[in-house]
């Protein structure tokens, strides 16, 4: 390749002396031995300024296994074993006053090694027109005086070495030691800008003394002089006392140095290195870590200046490598029974980690995992967690994650409440940290509920057959914002409306209807009496005893299904209390001319009593007293009576009585025959009910004659003075049985 000595130089002259003694052991021409391989040639042509001896080697990692003087036209061949290489191209003739040697380069337009580029040759290859134009380098001169008054330090035989900037290697390469009038040339420089020291052995002893440049930053262009660039040598070297390193080795954290120098006096400077590469910009006494910097050991260098003395140079022991350092987080929500857990963020592959948890900045004993479980003892307190990061050759770091706030008592709400359609929940939150504003959410099976945001829900058929959950969010400054979410109830039941039917009286059947329910449920009834439940009243029907007189009856239907609430529904008192009524019974002979008698029994106090009565069931016009005398028209038929009674705040009862036989027709029956002893009487009955059997009774002053019941009867003695009457008794099945007693006889003569 062909290169314009117009295009400017960059990078510095660096490790050129060591190259040049390396080669002066290398024979034109020559190279290592190599097994048994077949060698690639490379060639080219190389323009060079007049008056150079050029040679041109390959070199491999940092070897060099061919060199080549060039031909007269300025060719050159070179062979090899197949491998990497790079060219070196160098003037081998010394620099003179008069003659500025070629400025030594690498391919390609390289002029460091560290720089070259590197080719691949192969076995057999034949790498042609490697060309290359090298030109003179640039020329340093000046003069090096000495300081007033100082005869200590000898002008003459000074060299010169520069520094190219932003760069810490220095060279002494093509120098021409100062002569009696301390004129020195430096020659064989790429184009850049460069410091100068000086050095020189007085006393056989190196010295490298410092210099003040004219103007600064000296610039170099190649192939070109720049001159009158004087220097001035100056007193004993300034001495280092001690030069440390201090800080944490951690990206993020400060490195610091500590200098005592002598004179303590003396000016200081700093340049700082990682992994001995200078750190641009880097010129305090202290230096921030930065990601550039991980992985890597860090060195302070101190420049030390004082009038009148030699500069003096000192570097810190290397730091441990730089680690880099995550920023720690403490993840989770800080509430009681939750837990929080220490994420250590990015740090350097391979550290490992040790965790110290604390609460308003006192360790927690013990908390020494990654997890921290919080408990009710940290409710309020603010917690943070260190985390300290190690790893064989690198710092130490300890960073801190923090908590999104204040440990919140949140606990888990529940619900109150029958879980059926038109009852009312209730969301009891529980104990939360104090002065907490707490919110609410009602979900029917997960899903929020439209408008449900109170304390309080009541339930709509809407919800039935879902399962009801209540969030509760907490919100308080510093705090986190929490929401703990209830156990989810059992299905909505749709509940029926209970109501009892029957009328409330000692005896009478009371009937519980459910009303409406969820398909399926199943019921168990309680029954109570002014609100008490009544013992062993648990069937559907319930009979009011004497217990109960005088209270109302309610009833409690609960309903059950699988799956879904246990509900209650309890009816609503019954409008009049249990009343106590008697079925009436009658009294008297069920005969036709007889009179019947209610008696109505035992009735709630104060209860006003009405009768009507029956024959076979049909009402009998105009009987409505407590008597009934009973007429032809109610012959052969059944009676009856019906005892209504009234009381306020009672229901009004009807009791009907047990029915009597049916009224017979009695006859009126007579005597026949004279009244005289010896006589016969003969009874004669009247007219009854057709089919009825008689029976006679005899009696003499109302004293029933002893066998006297034919329906005739003689008269003896015994009778003499008395009385006689015959009583006639009736009886046919189904009918009531019935006596008719006759008129009595004159007396028995």
Do not use: C
Not at 201 to 206: H, L
Not at 375 to 385: E, F, I
């Amino acid at each position: 390749m062909q290169k314009s000595p117009a295009r400017p130089r960059r990078g510095i002259v660096a490790a050129v002396v060591a190259l040049v003694l390396a080669f002066a052991s290398v024979g034109a021409g020559s190279a290592p031995a190599f097994a048994a391989e077949t060698n690639g040639t490379v060639t080219g042509k190389v323009t060079a300024p007049a008056g150079s001896k050029v040679y041109v080697s390959l070199v491999r990692q940092g070897a060099t296994y061919a060199s080549s003087l060039l031909a007269a036209d300025g060719t050159y061949t070179l062979s090899a074993a197949a491998g990497s290489y790079t060219l070196w191209f160098w003037d081998s003739i010394p620099a003179t006053r008069t003659y500025h040697p070629a400025l030594t380069e690498y391919w390609n337009d390289k002029y460091t090694p560290q720089t070259a580029t590197y080719f691949a040759l192969g076995a057999g290859a034949k790498l042609a027109n490697m060309n290359a134009t090298m030109v003179k380098g640039g020329v340093i001169t000046g003069k090096v005086t000495v300081p007033s008054g100082s005869s200590s330090v000898p002008a003459k035989g000074a060299k010169a070495y520069v520094t190219l900037e932003g760069s810490n290697v220095t060279t002494q390469a093509n120098v021409i030691e100062s002569d009696a009038s301390g004129t020195y040339l430096l020659s064989g420089l790429p184009s850049g800008r460069y410091t100068l020291g000086i050095s020189q052995s007085p006393a056989g002893n190196a010295q490298t003394w410092p210099w003040t440049p004219r103007n600064g930053l000296v610039t170099v262009t190649t192939g070109a002089v720049t001159s009158g660039i004087d220097l001035l040598l100056v007193g004993p070297q300034v001495s280092v006392v001690s030069h440390t390193l201090g800080g944490d080795a951690v990206v993020g954290s400060r490195l610091y140095t500590r200098t005592v120098l002598s004179p303590y006096d003396a000016v200081k400077t700093y340049r700082w290195y990682a992994d001995g590469v200078l750190i641009d910009g880097a010129t305090s006494d202290e230096f921030l870590l930065t990601s550039a910097q991980a992985g890597k050991s860090i060195t302070a260098e101190v420049t030390a200046t004082a009038p009148n003395y030699a500069t003096t140079k000192a570097s810190t022991s290397a730091s441990a490598r730089v680690l880099t350092a995550g920023t720690p987080s403490a993840t989770g929500v800080p509430k009681v029974g939750a837990s929080l857990t220490a994420t250590p963020g990015t740090w350097t592959a391979g550290t490992v980690f040790t965790y110290q948890w604390y609460a308003d900045g006192v360790a927690i004993s013990g908390a020494t995992g990654k997890t921290l479980a919080i408990t009710s003892a940290l409710a309020g307190t603010y917690l943070s967690v260190w985390v300290t990061g190690t790893q064989p050759g690198y710092g130490t770091a300890t960073r801190t994650g923090y908590s999104e706030g204040r440990v919140a008592a949140t606990p888990v709400p529940k619900i109150s409440g029958t879980v059926a359609v038109g009852s009312t929940l209730t969301a009891v939150p529980g104990t939360w940290t104090a002065g907490t504003k707490l919110t609410y959410q009602w979900k029917a099976d997960g899903s929020a509920i439209g408008g449900a945001t109170a304390s309080t829900f009541k339930l709509t058929s809407a919800q039935a057959g879902k399962a009801i959950t209540v969030a509760t969010t907490g919100t308080l400054p510093g705090y986190p914002t929490a929401t703990e979410t209830s156990a989810a109830t059992a299905k909505v039941i749709t509940r029926g409306v209970a109501t009892v039917t029957g009328t409330t009286n000692v005896g009478s059947t009371l009937t519980a209807n459910p009303g409406t329910w969820t398909a399926g449920t199943t019921f168990t009834y309680a029954w109570s009496a002014n609100g008490a439940a009544i013992s062993g009243a648990t069937a559907k029907t319930f009979k009011p005893t004497s217990a109960q007189a005088g209270k109302t009856i309610a009833v409690k239907v609960t309903g059950k299904l699988a799956g879904f609430a246990t509900a209650s529904s309890t009816s609503a008192a019954t409008a009049t209390k249990v009343a106590t009524t008697s079925a009436p019974t009658i009294s008297g002979t069920a005969a036709v001319g007889a009179t019947l008698t209610a008696a109505p029994g035992t009735w709630t106090s104060g209860s006003a009593l009405t009768y009507r009565w029956y024959a076979d069931a049909v009402a009998i016009s105009g009987a409505t007293a407590k008597t009934f005398k009973l007429t032809s028209a109610q012959a052969g038929k059944a009676i009856t009576v019906k005892a209504t009674g009234t009381l306020s705040g009672y229901p009004t009862v009807t009791r009907t009585s047990a029915a009597t036989a049916k009224v017979i027709t009695k006859g009126v029956p007579t005597v026949s025959g004279t009244a005289k002893v010896g006589s016969t009487l003969t009874a004669n009955p009247g007219t009854w009910t057709s089919g009825t059997t008689l029976t006679y009774r005899w009696s003499a002053n109302g004293t029933v004659i002893a066998g006297a019941t034919a329906k005739t009867f003689k008269l003896t003695s015994a009778q003499a003075g008395k009385t006689v009457r015959v009583t006639v008794t009736g009886a046919r099945t189904g009918y009531a049985t019935a006596s008719s007693s006759s008129a009595s006889t004159a007396i028995v003569t």
